[in-house]
């Protein structure tokens, strides 16, 4: 690999941290002002809501500008969230300002992998930086959990600035005042990013013409016979993904009776396995027998229905690992083949903001689908049971779209996987 791409995993990593262990602070903020229940689960949706609004913009912005200054402007936005959450501002607004940063910084960091690496990489590239980012949501989990504990928090709170009143004065604005040192870490690392040779695509002032260029990208690859299949699957997978790192909080709660520093260390739990697994698919699988691994997706679904039957830490730890490793496995191999589709039809930040949109359109999907079910009375045993079972059956429906693929065009599809098969060499 080249040196520019470990400077990336760095300010990946950091800035990952940070948003994670942002959540759990905002979660617990949530539930210290005494704020429905409802609004813990909202808090995915609300930070997908910029990825989906500004989709075509930040696509354009990544491929306009040099991707080192965008992320570390995206990082910049991030910090005035954090300091909205601590000055007044709703949780869940704030929240979608630090959603807003995150929408700008992706295309950028993963746009900038298909201009550093050869397409022999991506896979491999994908498999770190996933399994990086899987570690520092763990990490960041786990951090978060403990910052708003009572030990943690009683040592923050007890830092006194001379003649100024910080207004921080409970442990979760404690927290969250410190992740925005982390961002700055991050954004350090930002502006260490190498400069790449891919020329960059001047941006239209025009937001129709955006929105138009957009939507034809996006059509594009949805209309790509294998890119509209790895989008499909990694949409829902990441829509699952993002949502299950806030609804194992009333899980915990609801099944084992836990605090949210205690259900911060199942939260870092269900991640472990997908770091593993990331890792272990970016270096068994290959671009060309992604679509193979479309029935692992229908288990994910089914596998969470067994959350309903679990009572103790014990069967607990070992089960949430296996979840976690069918996301891990599935996504890596069908990311890169995304990239490598998107790539060859668009610039490479037009088509992760493609991506980043029908995911978080995902997110914001089911997050506000589960959010509806526990507004109206729901439990969180039937609720996960009904989410469950609406995943498998997408997934399913992807399995059969793709064998209809195979048969209506398969001489496309044959083609297609070719260029895969040839590229990952």
Not at 26 to 42: C, D, F, M, R, T
Not at 288 to 295: E, G
Not at 342 to 359: C, D, P, T, Y
Request: hydrophobic share 55%; aromatic share 10%.
């Amino acid at each position: 690999m080249k040196k520019g791409f470990y400077t990336i995993m760095s300010a990946q990593f950091f800035s990952s941290l940070a948003d994670n262990a942002l959540l759990v602070g905002a979660i617990e903020l949530l539930k210290s002002s005494g704020a429905p229940a409802w609004q813990v689960p909202a808090l995915a949706p609300m930070f997908a809501l910029f990825y989906v609004i500004l989709a075509p913009l930040v696509g354009a912005f990544a491929d306009a500008a040099p991707k080192g200054k965008v992320m570390f402007y995206s990082n910049s936005i991030k910090v005035l969230g954090c300091l909205m959450m601590l000055f007044g501002g709703h949780p869940l607004l704030a929240y979608a300002i630090v959603g807003l940063g995150a929408a700008a910084y992706s295309p950028a960091k993963y746009g900038i992998l298909t201009e550093l690496l050869p397409p022999s990489q991506l896979v491999k590239a994908n498999g770190w930086i996933e399994g990086l980012t899987v570690g520092s949501i763990i990490m960041g989990v786990l951090l978060g959990g403990q910052l708003v504990g009572p030990r943690l928090s009683h040592l923050l709170l007890g830092f006194d600035f001379p003649f100024v009143d910080t207004g921080v004065d409970t442990p979760p604005e404690a927290a969250i005042a410190s992740m925005i040192v982390l961002y700055i870490i991050a954004a350090l690392f930002n502006l260490r990013i190498p400069r790449t040779e891919a020329p960059l695509q001047p941006m239209s002032a025009n937001a129709l013409e955006l929105v138009r260029d957009f939507s034809q990208c996006n059509a594009k690859l949805w209309s790509d016979k294998l890119g509209q299949i790895s989008l499909a699957s990694t949409t829902l997978v990441w829509g699952v993904s993002g949502n299950m790192r806030v609804i194992v909080f009333p899980w915990a709660a609801a099944a084992l009776g836990y605090s949210t520093t205690q259900a911060s260390s199942l939260a870092g739990v269900v991640v472990i396995g997908t770091a593993v697994s990331a890792v272990v698919a970016s270096l068994m699988m290959r671009l060309d027998r992604a679509t193979n691994l479309i029935p692992l997706g229908i288990v994910m679904g089914l596998l969470m229905l067994g959350l309903n039957f679990i009572t103790n830490l014990y069967l607990a730890i070992p089960f949430l690992v296996l979840l976690g490793a069918t996301v891990g496995y599935l996504v890596v191999p069908m990311n890169a083949l995304l990239q490598h589709r998107g790539h060859n039809l668009m610039g490479a930040g037009r088509s992760i903001a493609v991506q980043n949109f029908n995911e978080q359109a995902c997110i914001l999907g089911l997050g506000a689908f589960y959010t509806a079910l526990t507004k109206f009375g729901m439990s969180a045993f039937g609720a996960i049971t009904i989410f469950g079972l609406v995943v498998a059956g997408c997934m399913w429906m992807i399995r059969r779209w793709h064998q209809s693929n195979c048969i209506k065009h398969r001489d496309e599809v044959e083609r297609l996987l070719a260029i895969a098969r040839t590229d990952q060499h």
